[in-house]
């Protein structure tokens, strides 16, 4: 441990239960001596374990629906009653997609759940921005993150709505970190992360075929949560005072390839067996 975070305070969204990234980003921050206050919806609250974080913690949650503008307000407000001032780092790590959970494709979305896509995971985040700086309740050269993915550059199969929800997310981290670091030197920032078994990544079609895939793409390989946490901490950190409107990705290098060595080898053993495949088909009617 390093102390990069002692003496900062902070709200992190998003812990449900030990598979989430907020979680591993919440124990880490505690592991660099910082107070937070963890937060989620009610229900959230009810379903997942996050209470229990919190008390390994030493901190509390405060219930809290970030597409609520209200709520959002209140949040910040216990927060700097709690903490004892304003706030040096905000974790946004939410994302959900009822189109994705219903299983609707992408050329026959339900418009309703469109909506609530957008509005959870992404117009979220600019609602904790601006209610934030209304409120003043960021410090100087404080740093906000939020989670994204690579499908916000890209087509993914079946990943839906949710590339353009992340898509926007980090249209509002460039447009308001201007703002923001204008006005109050205060950082914006994405992490694009490697696909990641968290309660939500696993409602994903396809999730494991598509994390064997990236694994073998990436050079370094998946970056896990635990791994995406670590970088998140050096984010909020004074280490980055200068990082601001960045979608910086955390994928092991994916993101900047077309072809691994072990995808070719694959693709190439592939047609070796579909051509195996014909030549026996061909014996049999010989």
Same mark, same amino acid.
């Given at each position: ?5 002692? $003496?900062?305070? $902070?709200?992190?969204?998003?812990? !449900? ?57 209140? !949040? ?7 903490? @004892? ?9 939410? @994302? ?59 087509? &993914? ?23 923001? $670091? ?56 004074? &280490? ?7 979608? &910086? ?15 070719? &080898? ?11 495949? !014909? ?6 009617? @010989?």
């Amino acid at each position: 441990m390093y102390n990069l975070l002692k $003496g900062k305070k $902070g709200i992190i969204f998003g812990a !449900l239960n030990n598979r989430s990234i907020a979680w591993k980003v919440a124990e880490r921050a505690n592991d660099e001596g910082a107070k937070f206050v963890l937060t989620n919806t009610p229900v959230s609250i009810r379903l997942g374990e996050v209470d229990e974080l919190a008390k390994n913690c030493n901190t509390i949650v405060i219930p809290a629906d970030a597409t609520s503008v209200k709520d959002i307000e209140n !949040l910040f407000q216990q927060s700097m009653e709690i903490l @004892g001032g304003k706030v040096d780092f905000v974790l946004h790590s939410i @994302g959900m997609s009822p189109n994705v959970r219903k299983k609707l494709p992408y050329d026959n979305l339900d418009y309703e759940y469109y909506h609530k896509t957008m509005d959870i995971s992404a117009f979220s985040f600019h609602k904790v921005l601006q209610v934030a700086k209304k409120m003043d309740a960021i410090n100087e050269w404080g740093s906000v993150v939020a989670l994204s993915y690579i499908a916000a550059q890209r087509t &993914l199969f079946e990943y839906n709505d949710m590339a353009d929800a992340k898509a926007a997310l980090e249209s509002i981290a460039r447009s308001f970190g201007y703002i923001y $670091g204008r006005e109050k030197k205060v950082r914006v920032n994405t992490i694009s992360q490697s696909p990641t078994l968290t309660t939500a990544g696993s409602g994903v079609k396809g999730i494991d075929g598509l994390m064997d895939f990236t694994e073998r793409m990436s050079p370094l390989g998946n970056g896990s949560a635990d791994e995406c946490a670590d970088f998140c901490i050096t984010l909020f950190s004074d &280490l980055t005072k200068k990082v601001t409107m960045q979608n &910086l990705f955390h994928d092991g290098g994916f993101s900047s390839m077309g072809m691994s060595q072990q995808a070719m &080898l694959q693709y190439n053993k592939s047609f070796d067996e579909c051509d195996c495949d !014909l030549v026996e088909k061909y014996k049999l009617k @010989g």
